[in-house]
């Protein structure tokens, strides 16, 4: 998958994922956190498989933010 569509898949999951998980976070960090969770998702995805189509790297993109969030508030709420 080129590097620009796994950046705009990644932001719009990382947004879509904050939202999910209810998190009062602003645009720039949710698609940030999004493109980190396309990056890792995308790593995983291609580690399974061969061939990605872009629905696939979506989810994995999606799951890839909302476990990253998850972490994220695992650590916020230690301090």
């Not at 960090?29 to 998702?41: E, K, N, R, S």
């Not at 999606?62 to 990253?68: K, Q």
Request: aromatic fraction near 8%; charged fraction near 10%; glycine fraction near 12%.
């Amino acid at each position: 998958m080129p590097v620009v569509l796994l950046i705009v898949v990644g932001a719009l999951a990382g947004v879509l994922a904050t939202r999910l998980m209810r998190m009062q976070t602003d645009l720039p960090t949710a698609m940030i956190i999004g493109v980190l969770g396309a990056v890792t998702g995308g790593m995983g995805f291609r580690f399974l498989m061969t061939s990605a189509s872009w629905v696939g790297a979506f989810v994995l993109a999606l799951l890839g933010s909302l476990l990253l969030l998850w972490l994220w508030k695992q650590y916020q709420g230690r301090r």
